[in-house]
């Protein structure tokens, strides 16, 4: 009697854990699964992945494009992150890497600056049309996600830094000018001061002259 007594409640205590379990799983929010390649397939995935929540909360990935006056910018959103890819025209602003909380960054001739928040690669070549001379900033902003416990990472910089070498790259050979030198591989490293570059590239006008 005591026996059967003991093994009713060893499985009625069984039976509850398993239950306590399965409330446990089902609870638990699903992992963002990031593709392999974003944006159109330009960027990789992986180092989009580091940069948004790693849990969906009822978001999981997904993209759009979005028209501005520089051109489109890639949208990728999940969990309550989002990231913005894109690039708009103007001069470096070498105090801006000064700033607390920016890093000037470097990755061979090409310069800019990265925090929690933005990475930004300047990449020297004139404006369309014969406009003054300018430079194209390659900008990946990131924003936080509002849910507790999935705040910026610490170390965000570098991959944000990372992402827009990646983004520059793909950009370059569509520019309407020549740089002067190929965009060298890798991510960019922490710098000194962020130095305007000598001169831009002269955009090549309609009809084949500059």
């Not at 070549?125 to 900008?139: D, N, S, Y």
């Not at 849910?147 to 992402?163: H, R, Y």
Request: with cysteine.
């Amino acid at each position: 009697m005591v026996v059967d007594v003991r093994r009713n409640l060893a499985g009625a205590v069984f039976a509850v854990v398993l239950m306590g379990a399965a409330l446990w799983w089902v609870s638990l929010p699903d992992a963002v699964r990031v593709p392999a390649r974003t944006c159109g397939g330009v960027l990789p995935g992986r180092e989009v992945a580091v940069l948004l929540p790693s849990k969906t909360r009822g978001e999981g990935y997904a993209e759009s494009r979005e028209p501005a006056d520089s051109g489109t910018w890639c949208r990728m959103t999940a969990g309550g992150g989002a990231l913005s890819v894109g690039h708009y025209w103007l001069t470096p602003d070498d105090a801006r890497s000064r700033v607390r909380g920016n890093a000037p960054v470097r990755l061979a001739e090409v310069e800019g600056y990265a925090n929690a928040y933005a990475g930004v690669l300047y990449l020297p070549c004139r404006a369309p049309a014969g406009a003054e001379a300018r430079w194209l900033a390659v900008t990946v902003y990131r924003r936080e996600s509002p849910v507790a416990g999935e705040g910026v990472p610490p170390g965000s910089a570098q991959p944000l830094a990372a992402l827009a070498a990646d983004a520059a790259r793909h950009l370059a050979p569509l520019l309407p000018c020549d740089l002067g030198f190929r965009i060298a591989p890798g991510a960019p490293v922490a710098g000194t001061d962020v130095v305007e570059p000598a001169a831009p590239a002269t955009a090549t006008a309609p009809g084949g002259r500059g």
